[in-house]
């Protein structure tokens, strides 16, 4: 039975088979308090801890029924559907979007027949004043892109932020980080390379701009040294200890989306990326994840495909 409900029971960081993570979900971050004091109704990371050990959830009725309504508003049955964005990756502000990602199930008559249902659904809509962006992929296209080393797809599979699953969506989970290599390095890397290129010809850099190059790069990082997936920045400083990463969660919940860094600091920020990426680059062959993705989970991706295929006939 498909469930919609926030978040989930496991924890944030979900472990490779290489390397499964001690610490459980009882870690919290000092920066957290100013999130949630900057935005009572930001889903920040605190909040998601607290509401994975209570077992139960303390989102507004309000955001609640307001993600509801974008669920119905869905052509094909779903995978799943998770939120990303700032909200999964620490750093959300009053003003921030709602980044909502998953999986759709296209009939079997739409991918065999000669009309071919729209692999992936784009929207971007204001909701009672909540700007929404959604994007959805049909399962075949996810678990393609999956195999094909999109770190959107694996941090959108595993985000802890859940609107909507399935059976199906615990089964994807159960095989898709053992489809992780270490050339998803590659995705993290050129990610960080077009936010540093646009970095260079925008000037002043937002905030959020450069909290997200910071996130992309040591989310990269941890992957490649642990085998453990973390998207969000304010864990990932606990193992990185930035001061400058510190400084900006700091200032980003008050800030907005909009506010911009002193000129006169990006150049430094700028330094410190480019070290970070050359450490991503050389992490790769030094990397615990294999080379190669398990073949019995693919094996295993194949089969419920064909599952999820044949439930619509």
């Known amino acids: 039975m498909a469930q919609a409900f926030w978040p989930p029971g496991p924890a944030w960081a979900i472990a490779t088979r290489h390397k499964q993570s001690g610490d459980g979900i009882a870690r919290e971050s000092s920066g957290t308090a100013l999130l949630i004091e900057a935005r009572k109704r930001a889903f920040s990371f605190l909040q998601v801890q607290r509401m994975m050990l209570h077992g139960r959830s303390n989102m507004l009725d309000e955001e609640r029924e307001r993600l509801r309504t974008v669920l119905a508003r869905q052509r094909y049955p779903l995978l799943f559907m998770t939120l990303s964005g700032s909200h999964l990756y620490g750093f959300a502000s009053p003003d921030s979007d709602y980044d909502l990602r998953g999986s759709h199930i296209l009939p079997l008559r739409e991918v065999i027949g000669l009309r071919e249902g729209a692999e992936t659904f784009e929207e971007h809509f204001n909701d009672g004043g909540t700007e929404v962006d959604l994007v959805t992929h049909d399962v075949r296209k996810c678990f393609t892109l999956l195999l094909g080393k999109s ?3 694996l941090e959108a599979i595993y985000s802890p932020l859940v609107i909507y699953t399935t059976p199906g969506h615990e089964e994807l989970k159960a095989l898709a980080m053992r489809c992780v290599t270490r050339y998803y390095a590659y995705h993290y890397l050129g990610f960080a390379r077009n936010r540093l290129k646009q970095a260079s010809h925008k000037q002043p850099l937002s905030i959020k701009s450069a909290l997200h190059t910071y996130r ?32 900006l969660l700091a200032r980003k919940p008050a800030s907005g989306e909009k506010a911009q860094l002193e000129e006169s600091a990006v150049a430094l920020y700028e330094e410190e990326w480019r070290r970070l990426m050359s450490d991503l680059e050389q992490s790769v062959e030094s990397s615990v994840l294999p080379v190669q993705p398990d073949a019995q989970a693919q094996a295993g991706l194949n089969d419920l495909l064909i599952r999820l295929r044949l439930q619509t006939v």
Do not use: K, Q, Y
């Open 216 to 247: 992309v790069i040591l989310t990269g990082l941890h992957l490649m040294r642990t085998g453990e997936l973390e998207p969000n920045l304010r864990r990932l400083n606990e193992v990185f200890r930035f001061s400058s990463v510190a400084d």
């Open 151 to 153: 770190g959107n797809v």
